[in-house]
């Protein structure tokens, strides 16, 4: 029984995830674009990030089976962002991702922080996923490199080269994972007192 109590919140969120990969994928019908390909690439983006926020802040609320579904869909749905974008805009070419970053960021070099970033969520998400004792005995400090890694290519993805909405999203989710961090570093410090 406890087993399948552990599978709900991932076949849930998985759930939840597939419907919204299908929306991203459904998006150019829904909104009109000048370049569905490109749209449909920032929106798998979206539901990727989308759901590393939900991780991330179920993580500081100690919800780890929430935290741990979220993470793995995230990771997930991040991979299937990363096929689009090469499939769609880049042709499967390597060269043609690094000149649009280029085009994109001036600094073409900055793929390989994408690069990086998507292999440390996917590892980081499947060893979760497949040995949770191990992935919560892990160092305190590669925890938290980890995510601060992540989160500072997640708030430059959001914050720095978005604007809009999603730019004012980014802005409000990461001032609410802020409290949250502050909230809970406060609640530490308390209890040790």
């Known amino acids: 029984m406890a087993g399948a109590a552990h599978r709900q919140p991932i076949v849930g969120i ?14 150019p019908r829904i909104i009109p674009d000048a370049d569905p390909a490109d749209l449909v690439t920032r929106q798998t983006a979206r539901v990727a ?5 939900l991780a991330t802040a179920a993580l ?3 919800r780890r089976e929430f ?21 769609e805009i880049h042709g499967w ?23 990086t970033f998507t292999v440390l969520w996917v590892v980081d998400g499947t060893w979760w ?4 004792a191990g992935y919560d005995e892990r160092p305190t ?19 720095i080269y978005e ?3 999603i730019r004012r999203a980014g802005v409000i989710s990461f001032s609410l994972l802020g409290v949250l961090l502050l909230a809970r570093t406060r609640g530490r410090v308390l209890m040790r007192q």
């Open 163 to 165: 604007t809009g909405f």
């Open 129 to 132: 996923l497949i040995d949770r």
């Open 93 to 115: 070419s390597h060269t043609a991702a690094y000149q649009h970053v280029e085009l994109v960021s001036g600094f073409g070099a900055g793929v390989f922080v994408s690069y």
């Open 67 to 87: 935290a741990r579904a979220a993470w793995a869909v995230g990771a997930t749905t991040f991979l299937v962002h990363v096929a689009t974008a090469f499939h």
């Open 14 to 27: 998985a759930l939840a995830g597939a419907l919204l990969l299908a929306i991203a994928f459904a998006s």
């Open 49 to 53: 990030l989308l759901f590393w926020g």
């Open 141 to 159: 400090w590669l925890d938290r490199l980890i995510h601060s890694f992540l989160a500072f290519v997640v708030f430059n993805g959001t914050v």
């Open 60 to 62: 500081l609320l100690c």
